[in-house]
C-alpha cells in the first residue's frame, strides 16, 4: 500500500522529496475523517510512484497541524516541492481531489 502515515521527524524529508503531496490531516475519532479515509486510500493506490499520499493524525502531531493552521478536519493538503499551493476542507467528491492531482503532475 502506497498510503504513508507522516510522523513530524519525517513530514519534511517526505514531502521535500516528493514531487507532489497529498497529505490528509485527520483524527480518529472525526466521523467526517472516517468518509473520507478509503478515498484517500484510493487515492495512495492509483497514483503511487506519482505523488506521496499522506496522512496526519493531529491528536499525535499537533506540531504540524498548528504548523499548517489546521482549524478543522479533514483538511488536506497538497504540496509541491514542500510548498503548500492548495487545500480542501471537509468531505469533498473524488474529483476535488483528482483534479487538483492530475492538474500538477
Same mark, same amino acid.
Given at each position: ?11 519534511? %524529508? +517526505?514531502?521535500?522529496? +516528493?514531487?507532489?503531496?497529498? &497529505? $490528509?490531516?485527520? %483524527? ?7 468518509? *473520507?479515509?478509503? *478515498? &484517500?486510500? /484510493?487515492? /495512495? ?5 506519482? /505523488? !506521496?499520499? %499522506?496522512?496526519?493524525?493531529? $491528536?499525535?502531531?499537533?506540531? !504540524? ?29 473524488? $474529483? +476535488?481531489?483528482?483534479?487538483? !492531482?492530475?492538474?500538477? !503532475?
Amino acid at each position: 500500500m502506497a498510503l504513508k502515515h507522516l510522523k513530524t521527524a519525517e513530514f519534511d %524529508a +517526505a514531502v521535500e522529496t +516528493a514531487p507532489l503531496a497529498m &497529505v $490528509d490531516f485527520w %483524527a480518529s475519532w472525526c466521523g467526517p475523517c472516517k468518509m *473520507l479515509s478509503p *478515498l &484517500v486510500e /484510493a487515492l /495512495a493506490e492509483q497514483y503511487d510512484g506519482k /505523488a !506521496l499520499v %499522506a496522512k496526519v493524525n493531529v $491528536d499525535e502531531e499537533p506540531d !504540524l497541524a498548528a504548523r499548517f493552521g489546521v482549524m478543522s478536519i479533514p483538511t488536506v493538503v497538497f504540496l509541491k516541492n514542500g510548498r503548500e499551493f492548495d487545500r480542501k476542507v471537509g468531505v469533498m467528491p473524488p $474529483d +476535488a481531489f483528482i483534479s487538483v !492531482l492530475d492538474k500538477n !503532475l
